[in-house]
């Protein structure tokens, strides 16, 4: 985005830099990234920079109001209702498309948020390695709001564990070693020092929650939440049914807790009126002009990872929608050809992350990750067989 970086970080690429940069990352834990890491970090002006972050403080604004849970109480589905839900999400992440408005200006568009967790931890080790590998400019980091690694790490470390001995704090996935996101949980346990726990192996004895370690029986008093509800449902029966102990009165504290994770997700979208957010209407609600359905995307509010999007809308996929009060349509969003390669050019989206400190009344912007495609959307299964695509951070400009 920033001509002069951009032909400077180009020009002085080669592909036995980006080998050793896979080397050097792909070090620590070998065998545990499985997901392709992009040749280039995105560079982010301080005006597109600024944009971004005014939207989320917007959306937050309407996170923060007190009619928020009346707003969102029908966005969580009946068997995935936790008990205990606390008052905010301790993490946010807000998906923005680099894409250009009807005067060929680039701007951000939001394209989706999330009441959870993300690679938090992954992030800290991504931009060191970037930094060991290329050149980055002084004047340009990863982190927001006045935050470095070491502040970034300590403010996470304190939103996880909230003083508690850190042996009864757990990062709790569903069977993590098969994760695509495993990285991630290894770095958590390296930085944070919390166990990983699989939800498999959870002991439950009245209300409390156990999990062993060496042998040694140990009470888990706050759950770093990595699972997504939805994925349970097509796991196997006895999996099933393991996760039904998490839908009980439990003596644990969520981190962020589960209900967050679709209050604030594509649901909360069709309440949302910002200029840089599309616009977004339940599809039971919506009045549907078929001639300019390929304006729009349909998307299934309880799905993740872009699985059951529609992007090419038809009629007849209107129509085929049993329930359409579960499905959401969206304003397609041009994104913009914005990183220039040795080929054709990349498109990009970035993830904006935010901590909700203890105590405070608001969250505040912290990090990012960024997702380079040269496909329809993003994702692995629009970029098979391209290069310059794929994980990455962007460096914001001072």
């Not at 936790?82 to 951000?108: K, Y």
């Not at 009245?206 to 888990?220: H, N, S, V, W």
């Not at 220039?340 to 969250?363: D, L, M």
Request: charged fraction near 25%; aromatic fraction near 14%; include cysteine.
């Amino acid at each position: 985005m920033i001509s002069s970086i951009r032909k400077s970080f180009n020009e002085n690429f080669t592909f036995a830099r980006y080998n050793a940069f896979l080397e050097r990352i792909k070090s620590k834990f070998p065998g545990s990234i499985e997901f392709r890491l992009a040749e280039t970090p995105v560079f982010i002006d301080k005006g597109f920079k600024e944009k971004m972050l005014s939207t989320c403080e917007s959306i937050i604004d309407l996170i923060i109001d007190p009619n928020f849970k009346s707003l969102t109480s029908n966005s969580i589905p009946k068997e995935f209702d936790i008990p205990s839900e606390n008052n905010h999400s301790n993490f946010i992440a807000f998906d923005f498309g680099i894409c250009t408005n009807e005067e060929g200006e680039l701007v951000p568009q939001l394209v989706e948020m999330q009441g959870f967790a993300s690679l938090f931890a992954f992030q800290v080790w991504h931009d060191e390695i970037f930094k060991e590998q290329f050149e980055i400019p002084d004047r340009f980091s990863p982190y927001l709001s006045g935050l470095n690694k070491e502040s970034y790490l300590k403010l996470l470390k304190e939103i996880i564990t909230d003083d508690c001995p850190i042996e009864s704090v757990v990062l709790l996935e569903l069977l993590p070693e098969e994760q695509k996101t495993k990285v991630d949980f290894y770095f958590t346990k390296e930085y944070i020092g919390i166990e990983i726990v699989c939800l498999t192996s959870l002991i439950k004895e009245g209300k409390q929650l156990y999990y062993l370690k060496e042998g040694k029986k140990i009470q888990i008093k706050r759950i770093f939440n990595r699972i997504i509800f939805d994925e349970l449902s097509h796991q196997s029966l006895a999996i099933q049914e393991k996760g039904k102990i998490l839908i009980e009165e439990l003596e644990v504290e969520w981190v962020p807790h589960p209900n967050w994770f679709y209050r604030i997700s594509k649901y909360t979208l069709p309440f949302i009126k910002h200029p840089y957010v599309p616009e977004t209407t339940f599809l039971n609600k919506a009045i549907i002009d078929p001639s300019t359905l390929g304006d729009y995307v349909l998307k299934p509010l309880f799905s993740f990872a872009g699985q059951g999007v529609v992007i090419d809308l038809t009629p007849e996929d209107i129509a085929a929608v049993k329930d359409p009060q579960n499905w959401i349509l969206q304003r397609k969003v041009i994104y913009a050809n914005v990183i220039k390669t040795p080929n054709e050019p990349s498109k990009a989206e970035i993830r904006i992350f935010y901590f909700w400190p203890k105590g405070a009344e608001r969250p505040i912007a912290t990090c990012n990750l960024a997702r380079i495609s040269k496909g329809k959307m993003i994702g692995v299964r629009y970029n098979a067989d391209k290069d310059w695509v794929g994980g990455s951070i962007a460096y914001f400009e001072d």
